[in-house]
């Protein structure tokens, strides 16, 4: 066991590093071009752009009805692949009936949140949703299987295709921004194929049937709190641009995409290689307690002192990268920079409740933290708060909100006799 776990410490850095390194080349690359961007879209695009993200991001992770979270502690083979499967055929018809949803309700969208592109563009939203679940699927499988050099691939492929769909496509409006994360995931699914497929054939139904029993909680329980999870992130931006119009969105939308990025590259890399190696464990019954220490704390260093260089410079470096209309974008990041620090160092840890079975307290924080950001936005908002008022209130609640996450996990992972009735199955020996 000590040899094992030895081996496993040695390689992390390595693995990390790859994943790191092919979010860095997508993820830098979306960065790169964003001040091109803001001089070839309008603030009401990028408004447009966080609305559309926001409802696909939200029904894309419920649409796959837990089977994500479930492949982490999947028993074997043949329970993954009834999970993989179940999980896709379930993501296609949650798109469709978005689909039809999305065309029946285009013009009350495009009204309630003030951004007219909705409308001309509402056949996005199911495509991104499909993309969005198909990505969580397949990432989760490749996570298991701790195949990093694809994940750093497929993170690649997402910022490539990404970008060159906002830059080539500029000339058609609106579109050529909002599509932008339905081609990522698309291209990146792509790039997810060049690996050794998990399901070569169809699983038997009684073998599916039994391993939808034995991942009950999550079937049941993970898909409500995966989409409140998202819906929690999501909801602020949603709330501003029916609140504030879609152009004050817009501001709002660069900040959280310059923060979010980098925040997104480090969350994602540690995320990804914390599913296999948390699953791993969990699967064998080791301890998490020491694992998760390590990860928080650096993270924890790491997102301080980036918050500290947007204290310092945001305003100035927004106002030169991207143009000085976008000087109050930097303002905004002075102010929600303590939340993204937060963020980034805890929202990779918070899989761990789901795998531990502790589906219900994973669902109990979702929904509080959804009301807790909901309520940031929507009461100095009503009683006429300027923005900047708005965004410390989110802040405050954010870091607040992740705090206790970490503790929640914490004393999960602590736990001597962790709870795996989620999986009702034996681990493999």
Do not use: K
Not at 70 to 97: I, N, Q, W, Y
Not at 274 to 283: E, H, M, N, S, Y
Not at 344 to 358: C, D
């Amino acid at each position: 066991m000590r040899t094992r776990v030895s081996l496993q410490r040695a390689r992390r850095v390595p693995a990390i590093v790859t994943i790191l390194t092919g979010t860095a080349v997508g993820q830098g690359l979306v960065i790169a071009v964003s001040p091109l961007l803001t001089r070839v879209y309008a603030p009401s695009d990028f408004g447009a752009l966080a609305i559309v993200t926001a409802l696909a991001s939200i029904i894309g992770a419920w649409a796959t009805l837990g089977s994500d979270r479930a492949v982490a502690v999947a028993p074997d083979r043949a329970a993954t692949a009834s999970l993989v499967v179940f999980g896709a055929a379930a993501t296609t018809c949650v798109a469709a009936v978005t689909s039809s949803v999305a065309w029946s309700c285009r013009a009350e969208l495009s009204e309630w949140f003030r951004a007219p592109a909705v409308s001309d563009s509402w056949w996005v939203v199911p495509v991104t949703v499909f993309a969005v679940g198909l990505h969580r699927i397949g990432s989760a499988v490749l996570a298991r299987r701790r195949q990093h050099g694809s994940i750093a691939v497929r993170n690649a492929a997402q910022g490539v295709a990404q970008t060159l769909w906002n830059m080539s496509m500029a000339f058609a409006g609106p579109i050529g921004l909002v599509a932008g994360l339905a081609v990522g995931r698309l291209a990146a699914i792509a790039g997810m194929l060049r690996t050794r497929p998990s399901v070569t054939s169809l699983p038997a139904p009684s073998v599916m049937w039994t391993t939808l029993r034995a991942h009950g909680r999550f079937v049941i329980v993970t898909p409500w709190s995966a989409a409140l999870n998202v819906f929690g992130q999501q909801a602020p931006a949603l709330l501003l641009a029916a609140m504030h119009g879609s152009v004050a969105a817009g501001f709002v939308a660069l900040t959280m995409r310059v923060l979010g990025t980098p925040v997104g590259i480090v969350a994602d890399a540690v995320a990804q290689y914390a599913a296999g190696a948390f699953g791993l464990r969990v699967r064998a019954g080791d301890p998490l307690g020491g694992l998760l220490t390590r990860f928080t704390s650096r993270l924890f260093l790491g997102g301080a002192l980036a918050a500290i260089l947007v204290l310092l410079l945001g305003p100035s470096v927004f106002a030169t990268v991207f143009g000085e209309d976008w000087r109050l974008s930097g303002t905004y990041a002075q102010i929600l920079a303590p939340a993204f620090a937060v963020q980034v160092a805890v929202s990779p840890m918070t899989q761990v409740l789901s795998m531990l079975g502790r589906q219900a307290t994973q669902l109990s924080w979702d929904a509080g933290r959804l009301a807790a950001t909901s309520a940031a936005v929507l009461v100095p908002s009503t009683l006429g708060a300027p923005m900047h008022v708005v965004l410390v209130t989110l802040s405050a609640t954010m870091v607040v909100s992740y705090l206790v996450m970490l503790v929640l996990v914490v004393v999960a992972a602590r736990s001597p006799a962790p709870d795996r009735s989620c999986t009702e199955v034996p681990a493999p020996v």
